[in-house]
């Protein structure tokens, strides 16, 4: 008896634990991207050293599987279990003299072993990587202030200074063709440099700016009179407030933030404190105890879930799984919500969502099934009576030449959509949950904080979307063709006389048409999508306050910089611009000519129109001469729209990305782009390729090794991502160029699938 026990708990754990990895590694890989992706300023700058890189990497990985652990439990429970429940292998075991406790000791055992793994991670790992991650973003900051400048781009971060270097050694920290704006408001002075040369010297906590061979402009105004002195001097040395000695002090002193304490010091930490503080310490505390029990939670409530319905497969596990995580995290939120309001304390908070679960657990248990047969037989026959129909209804029509594969074709469509959008959801409600934890401290806080975080919520769907889909073509794919295979339909086909080739031929039109959709989807919704998100993402952050958009904007070409204010009352021709001021060099960029002023102008793209009002500043042998310049006319080449608007590569199309990587002057931005916009071409045809090298170990027709081939498809994908990413690092450092950086794992991965294919038994 001994025996028979231990062999129902090994099948057990073999049946719900290929799921529970699975869901694991899924889910684990799309959060570390999400959180990956708010350090892309670190992941993808070419100055921070590797070793910053490295450590931020795996400091993100222990607060991402901390909390997908809990989820994958659920998730393995339920569709693992539904999955020999669907074969009739529970009822199998009941006949056998085998009781739901016996069923579910094993499925407690492996909870309570997962419990163990969390409550270990949060102990030691959350705490220890938090540490990690505050002090990667400070020497980050720290880097950046050694060498700030870099050619091509604007500087505004010095406190006061304006600088711009038109070319430079990024390596060596040396500048060539400088220009400089400074204005003192309080003393009415404006002071405009240029150099042919110059650096930043970092001595200790202070920073001195260096430029050799000067010209240095001031223009005063005293007594209503506009007044000119220029000095050229071999080096001008001054000192600079770069925030260095206070960021030298943040890396070095030693009171660490509650993320960074471990469960003692953290409740010693809550003694400590009074009001809000100690309020939102009692919550990570108990979210973290909370969070390390909820896989033993899962693990029952899952098993409890399935021995309550009569039958069911691997998707309707799936929808019980999502419905279980919504209801579970929606209730902890509220809970947590409701403590920093001060209607409930944090203990009653937390137990809210635990006492839910046991109840519904115990009335699974205790109740009688859901779904009566009498009910269910009802169902059925309503579902069959509509399928029989609509496939009645499309037999009629000539889809396919070959009148008797035109159902397969049609099922198979059928299915991959509905494990597609399953999937899609799932992970888009996971993705959703876990960046509601991550701002719900801030939307909290605030009035209306709800409203808020569920309007950016909705506009960071199109963004979610487009990173989801093809992980979730691949789930479908997969998903699709093994239940096939599994319910041998494929030796079916085969022994028909078809090709699997030709079983094929239908996901591969599917997939061509997705990538078109997503291309689609691309162009005209996510640019907008993305930039109202990340407005409405940095106001929950700062606690409601609209942040200012940057007053005063600057703009190079190739012999005058602008300076100018955005003004209402743009179209798709013309951009209305204030307080325009344009700074004309000679032809060696070295010394300055001219300066044009006008509070209002018209921006289009090849000229700017100065107002009626306008003025031009010039001076020989230092004398300035004033002049009136109404309407005056001058020709450019740079394209203000999309120069000053959109900065970030997630806000722009493909066609904006391109002119801005043709006409930015900075190397490292160029590549940003030309990297961005090779991907964007690429998310057109990432469905079909990820189903190229998907599909073949899917095809499988061997049942004994079905999972270890699902697991070599999983292993490519990951493989895939990991390469992408690598080769997107090499773009952006130089190492390689852009096109070939995004395109080449691209191709790599089409040819192996194209090879895998041609090893798939036909």
């Keep these: 008896m001994k025996r028979t026990g231990w062999l129902i708990s090994k099948y057990l754990w073999q049946a719900v634990l290929p799921y529970f990895l699975f869901s694991w590694v899924l889910v684990s890989v799309i959060l570390f991207v999400q959180q990956a992706s708010r350090f892309s300023d670190i992941f993808f700058n070419a100055n921070i050293p590797k070793n910053l890189i490295w450590q931020l990497t795996l400091a993100l990985v222990p607060n991402v599987i901390a909390f997908t652990c809990p989820m994958a439990v659920l998730i393995g429970v339920i569709i693992g279990l539904s999955r020999i429940q669907g074969d009739s292998e529970l009822i199998a075991m009941r006949a056998a003299g085998i009781g739901n406790m016996q069923i579910t000791v094993p499925i407690v055992f492996f909870g309570i072993l997962l419990s163990l793994l969390t409550f270990s991670i949060n102990l030691y790992g959350v705490p220890f990587a938090a540490k ?83 010209t240095v402009n001031t223009i005063s105004d005293e007594n209503g009179e506009t007044k000119l002195i220029t000095d050229n001097i071999r080096q001008v040395r001054q000192a600079i407030k770069t925030q260095r000695s206070e960021l030298i002090e943040q890396i070095s002193k030693t009171e660490e933030t509650p993320e960074e304490l471990g469960l003692t010091e953290l409740a010693s930490f809550v003694r400590s404190k009074t009001g809000k503080e100690k309020t939102e310490a009692q919550i990570l505390w108990q979210r973290r105890i909370i969070l390390s029990v909820t896989p033993l939670i899962f693990a029952i409530l899952g098993v409890s879930l399935v021995l309550r319905f009569n039958r069911g497969g691997r998707g309707f596990g799936i929808v019980l799984a999502l419905s279980s995580l919504i209801i579970h995290y929606l209730l902890t939120l509220f809970g947590e919500q409701l403590a920093r309001t001060g209607q409930i304390s944090v203990l009653t908070a937390g137990l809210i969502p635990v006492t839910t679960s046991f109840l519904f657990i115990t009335w699974f248990f205790i109740s009688k099934r859901i779904f009566s047969n009498n009910y269910r037989f009802k169902i059925n026959k309503r579902y069959k009576t509509f399928f029989t129909s609509v496939i009645t209804k499309t037999s009629r029509r000539s889809f396919y030449i070959n009148p008797t594969t035109r159902i397969l074709d049609f099922d198979i469509i059928l299915n991959l959509i509905k494990y597609f959008l399953l999937t899609y959801v799932f992970l888009t409600s996971v993705y959703i949950i876990f960046t509601a934890f991550e701002l719900w401290k801030f939307a909290g806080e605030i009035n209306n904080g709800f409203a808020l975080l569920a309007k950016y919520l909705f506009y960071l769907l199109p963004f979610i979307y487009i990173q989801l889909a093809p992980s979730a073509l691949m789930v479908a794919v997969l998903t699709t063709f093994v239940i096939k295979s599994r319910q041998n339909e494929i030796v079916t086909w085969i022994a028909a006389g078809q090709s699997t080739y030709r079983l094929l031929l239908p996901c591969f039109g599917l997939m061509i048409f997705i990538g078109f959709f997503n291309w689609q989807f691309q162009e005209k919704i996510l640019p907008a999508a993305n930039q109202t998100q990340d407005e409405l993402r940095a106001q929950i952050r700062n606690r409601g306050v609209l942040l200012k958009k940057q007053a005063k904007y600057w703009v190079a070409d190739d012999k005058r910089i602008y300076s100018f204010e955005f003004e209402e009352g743009s179209n798709d021709a013309n951009q209305n611009v204030k307080n325009l001021a344009i700074y004309e060099f000679s032809d060696d960029r070295t010394k300055l000519k001219s300066i044009y002023k006008a509070s209002a102008a018209v921006w289009a793209k090849d000229k700017v129109t100065l107002s009626s009002e306008a003025e031009e500043s010039s001076w020989l042998n230092g004398k300035l001469n004033v002049r009136k310049v109404p309407n005056f006319v001058i020709n450019q080449n740079v394209d203000l729209l999309v120069t000053s608007n959109n900065k970030k590569p997630s806000h722009l199309n493909v066609e904006e990305t391109k002119n801005l990587a043709e006409n930015s002057d900075s190397d490292a931005e160029r590549r940003m782009y030309q990297v961005a916009m090779e991907k964007k071409y690429t998310n057109a045809f990432l469905p079909f390729v990820i189903t190229l090298f998907t599909a073949p170990f899917a095809l499988s027709l061997s049942r004994k090794g079905r999972v270890v081939t699902v697991g070599y498809s999983v292993g490519i994908w990951l493989l895939f991502i990991g390469i992408n990413s690598t080769f997107e690092q ?33």
Excluded at 166 to 185: A, V
Aim: net charge neutral; charged share 25%.
């Design 132 to 214: 990690i991650v505050r002090k990667v973003a400070l020497q980050t900051a720290l880097y950046k202030l050694e060498s700030p400048i870099e050619p091509g781009v604007f500087n505004t971060e010095i406190n006061g200074y304006t600088i711009y270097v038109k070319d430079g050694d990024i390596e060596k920290g040396t500048w060539k063709n400088i220009f400089i704006y400074y204005e003192d408001i309080k003393g009415k002075k404006l002071r405009l440099i240029t150099s042919s040369e110059g650096r930043i010297d970092v001595v200790g906590e202070t920073s001195e700016l260096v430029l050799e061979n000067a």
């Design 730 to 762: 090499f773009g952006l450092n130089d190492f390689i160029s852009p096109s070939f950086a995004v395109w080449s794992p691209v191709i790599f991965f089409t040819i192996l699938g194209i090879y895998l294919l041609t090893k798939v038994k036909t």
